[in-house]
């Protein structure tokens, strides 16, 4: 009986035994499965990974995710060089594990906004460095840099107030290459927010940034200062040369009040057919508003390719009516002079502008009317708005002895022009200047040469009062665009400033324009002879 009971109790101890050594080795192996999995999971993230973006945690795993240091801004030097900004550090974008276990998350795409390499930027720089370069006239350069920040919010459609005070915010992943130029840094703000607040085309963007241009410009004070586009420029210098296409009037302009005035309808031209008078006044073109409008940009829009129509709002004072008269624009070859004998001995010679034509057409006809015994000479300057500066000074130099002082001309910083006259005078003999209000800028040079050395009798009404000269500057921003700027005040041989108070005539008179005779050239025969 012991040696039975004996046998069972080393039967249940081994299996007793092995019982636990199995328990033992399923939990160890359980244990082992349970830590390997959460090895798994724990794996797919490194320790000290950054990410472009933060990583949004899901319900299953909420783990913590570093973001790249933003990209600083950096200034230049120099407004016309371009510093590149450092490159961002490239890592690797982290894994994680989300209730869809193919989701991943994609890295910002970093971006730099250059503002040193903005061509509308870098032409708003250049145009103020023109400016402190030449520009002989006073001005307040941040009274111009504030009308151009409104005018661009203005002209695309917003709210002045609205955007004054607002700064954009760009976010870590943009770079913003700046101008050493609070001004310039500014405006590239303020388009940035017009872009994200209005939607304009390219087409809409580009006239806002021409018109920001001119604003720039024009609150400098200066009416006869102007920003032309590359199609204003070209329509300049077709005018200078003499032959455009377009209706054939002269137009000047009031620079207080911009009225602009037709001062000359040319024979056969198309504005003579239509019906166009000098004396009307511009108000529209084509339904346009040009009330306001600088001259140049008028002619622009006046003139036009061959065939095409254009239709001229005018008012005409002589009847009080308001008219509309449709042109046909055509190829208009500029006559600028005009002359006859008006007695045996008395020549006339008309000068309505100096262009590039003018000094030959003036030179043909000065020996044309010698040819035809003219001993004394009525040079009729009335209405002639002016032109270019080598003209009038070429045309000087028939009347002038050699070697006498014809123009001084001062720029900015002290820096003086002089010119002489370099070839003896075509004509020697009485003569008789005529002017009038809208006698200006060249034809007042003249006027002062002619009066300073008693060359001639001027006889009229008080010229316009123009004595600066302007001149043009490319902005060299491959645009073809062109600054028009006052260089300097220029002065009569004798020294006198007529800017701002024009030239006395010698001897008063005037034409009455209601009736057909021209009594001021009457005035002018009865005084020769």
């Given at each position: 009986m012991e040696e039975k009971n004996g046998n069972k109790f080393w039967k249940g101890f081994l299996i007793g035994a092995l019982c636990f050594f199995v328990i033992g080795a399923l939990a160890v192996l359980g244990m082992t499965c349970f830590l390997e999995n959460i090895a798994e999971k724990r794996g797919s993230i490194g320790p000290g990974t950054e990410t472009t973006a933060p990583?949004?945690?899901?319900?299953?795993?909420?783990?913590?995710?570093?973001?790249?240091?933003?990209?600083?801004?950096?200034?230049?030097?120099?407004?016309?060089?371009?510093?590149?900004?450092?490159?961002?550090?490239?890592?690797?974008?982290?894994?994680?594990?989300?209730?869809?276990?193919?989701?991943?998350?994609?890295?910002?795409?970093?971006?730099?906004?250059?503002?040193?390499?903005?061509?509308?930027?870098?032409?708003?720089?250049?145009?103020?460095?023109?400016?402190?370069?030449?520009?002989?006239?006073?001005?307040?350069?941040?009274?111009?840099?504030?009308?151009?920040?409104?005018?661009?919010?203005?002209?695309?459609?917003?709210?002045?107030?609205?955007?004054?005070?607002?700064?954009?915010?760009?976010?870590?992943?943009?770079?913003?290459?700046?101008?050493?130029?609070?001004?310039?840094?500014?405006?590239?703000?303020?388009?940035d927010l017009v872009d994200e607040r209005i939607s304009l085309t390219a087409e809409q963007k580009?006239?806002?940034?021409?018109?920001?241009?001119?604003?720039?410009?024009?609150?400098?004070?200066?009416?006869?200062?102007?920003?032309?586009?590359?199609?204003?420029?070209?329509?300049?210098?077709?005018?200078?040369?003499?032959?455009?296409?377009?209706?054939?009037?002269?137009?000047?302009?009031?620079?207080?009040?911009?009225?602009s005035t037709v001062t000359r309808v040319f024979n056969n031209s198309p504005a003579g057919e239509s019906g166009m008078l000098a004396g009307d006044i511009f108000k529209a073109v084509d339904g346009m508003d040009v009330t306001q409008m600088l001259l140049e940009q008028i002619v622009t829009y006046v003139r036009g390719h061959e065939g095409e129509p254009v239709t001229l709002t005018?008012?005409?004072?002589?009847?009080?009516?308001?008219?509309?008269?449709?042109?046909?624009?055509?190829?208009?070859?500029?006559?600028?002079?005009?002359?006859?004998?008006?007695?045996?001995?008395?020549?006339?010679?008309?000068?309505?502008?100096?262009?590039?034509?003018?000094?030959?057409?003036?030179?043909?006809?000065?020996?044309?009317?010698?040819?035809?015994?003219?001993?004394?000479?009525?040079?009729?300057?009335?209405?002639?708005?002016?032109?270019?500066?080598?003209?009038?000074?070429?045309?000087?130099?028939y009347f002038v002895d050699r070697g006498k002082l014809i123009f001084r001309m001062d720029y900015k910083g002290g820096e003086t022009y002089t010119e002489k006259?370099?070839?003896?005078?075509?004509?020697?003999?009485?003569?008789?200047?005529?002017?009038?209000?809208?006698?200006?800028?060249?034809?007042?040079v003249l006027t002062g040469i002619l009066q300073d050395y008693h060359l001639a009798t001027v006889m009229g009404t008080t010229t316009f009062g123009k004595g600066i000269v302007q001149s043009y500057y490319d902005t060299d921003t491959g645009s073809g665009s062109i600054v028009k700027l006052t260089i300097a005040h220029y002065y009569s041989p004798l020294g006198r400033d007529f800017h701002g108070v024009g030239i006395d005539p010698d001897i008063t008179g005037e034409d009455d324009v209601l009736t057909e005779e021209d009594e001021l050239l009457n005035q002018a025969i009865e005084y020769l002879r």
């Open positions: 990583v949004s945690p899901t319900s299953q795993d909420k783990e913590e995710t570093s973001t790249a240091i933003a990209p600083v801004t950096i200034p230049t030097d120099k407004p016309g060089e371009t510093t590149a900004a450092p490159a961002p550090t490239e890592t690797p974008a982290a894994e994680t594990t989300t209730a869809d276990p193919s989701a991943q998350t994609t890295a910002a795409e970093p971006r730099t906004i250059d503002r040193v390499a903005d061509p509308f930027l870098r032409e708003l720089d250049d145009v103020a460095e023109i400016f402190d370069e030449v520009q002989v006239l006073p001005y307040d350069l941040s009274t111009m840099q504030q009308a151009a920040l409104q005018k661009y919010v203005e002209l695309a459609g917003g709210d002045w107030e609205e955007y004054e005070n607002l700064k954009p915010n760009y976010g870590p992943e943009v770079t913003v290459i700046e101008w050493n130029d609070d001004f310039l840094n500014r405006m590239g703000e303020i388009r580009q006239q806002v940034e021409i018109e920001t241009l001119k604003a720039f410009v024009a609150a400098s004070g200066d009416l006869y200062s102007d920003y032309l586009t590359a199609e204003e420029w070209e329509s300049t210098q077709q005018e200078s040369d003499g032959s455009y296409c377009g209706i054939g009037v002269q137009i000047m302009q009031d620079p207080e009040t911009m009225e005018v008012y005409r004072p002589a009847t009080g009516d308001t008219l509309e008269i449709t042109c046909v624009r055509r190829k208009v070859e500029v006559d600028t002079v005009a002359y006859e004998m008006l007695t045996d001995k008395i020549g006339y010679l008309q000068l309505t502008e100096f262009d590039n034509v003018t000094v030959r057409q003036a030179l043909d006809a000065l020996e044309n009317l010698k040819q035809d015994g003219m001993q004394k000479l009525i040079l009729d300057l009335r209405g002639n708005p002016g032109g270019l500066l080598n003209s009038v000074l070429s045309i000087a130099d006259a370099v070839e003896e005078p075509i004509f020697r003999g009485d003569m008789v200047v005529l002017v009038d209000g809208g006698s200006a800028s060249a034809a007042e």
